[in-house]
């Protein structure tokens, strides 16, 4: 089934005190990182963002939330309302390490009777590193509406899919690359470790991956 990719990209990085998706981690800036790997999942790859400037620079389609100033589920809405797929891969720009193998995993845990596939991972769910189906949108409608903008009121008005680390063939092959792939970054001190990981040499090679 195809995909869209939705990167979210709206975040006023309070906690950070910059915009992390402009940081860079090595040779690259953070949000070309992970736009990059979700382009190897989907020729089809969104940006919510209401700061379009901020972003041409990627040369990709660039959607602004029609419900501003509701966070993540304003994103998701903005994405799932412009998107032309059924499915769609949701992920957030403060995680610099997501692979394109571990979303196809994801996307292959899809079954059309539920709206998500999330992942679970050392006990916390993942929304933001998660797929959904269009046929959220009018749940997703009626929870901005209602001014209801937390993720877990609206995963509970959802069938979804939980999966955890055993799900993972890259868990399978290496646990410790595994739970990089979750790292989220939202300070300066967790930027300073991304670097630290990165220089370790964490990348994804031909689908597989390298430590």
Do not use: W
């Not at 916390?124 to 209602?146: D, G, N, T």
């Amino acid at each position: 089934m195809e995909s869209t990719m939705l990167l979210l990209a709206g975040g006023k990085s309070s906690r950070m005190g910059v915009n992390k998706a402009l940081l860079r981690i090595g040779d690259e800036v953070n949000i070309s990182r992970v736009a990059s790997e979700l382009a190897k999942v989907s020729q089809d790859v969104l940006i919510i963002t209401n700061t379009f400037d901020d972003y041409r620079f990627l040369q990709l389609p660039l959607v602004a939330d029609l419900h501003k100033d509701h966070g993540p589920l304003g994103g998701l809405h903005a994405g799932l309302t412009a998107s032309k797929t059924n499915l769609h891969f949701l992920t957030a720009c403060d995680m610099p390490f997501v692979s394109a193998a571990a979303i196809n995993e994801i996307i292959g845990n899809y079954q059309p009777a539920f709206d998500a596939v999330i992942p679970e991972i050392n006990g916390r769910i993942q929304p933001l590193f998660a797929v959904y189906h269009k046929s959220c949108l009018p749940v997703l409608a009626e929870c901005l509406m209602r001014q209801e903008l937390k993720m877990s009121h609206f995963l509970d008005k959802l069938a979804v899919k939980i999966i955890k680390e055993n799900d993972f063939k890259l868990y399978h092959d290496d646990p410790e690359y595994f739970q990089h792939l979750f790292f989220n970054m939202n300070t300066m001190e967790d930027y300073q470790e991304a670097i630290h990981i990165n220089q370790k040499g964490l990348h994804i090679k031909d689908g597989g991956h390298e430590l």
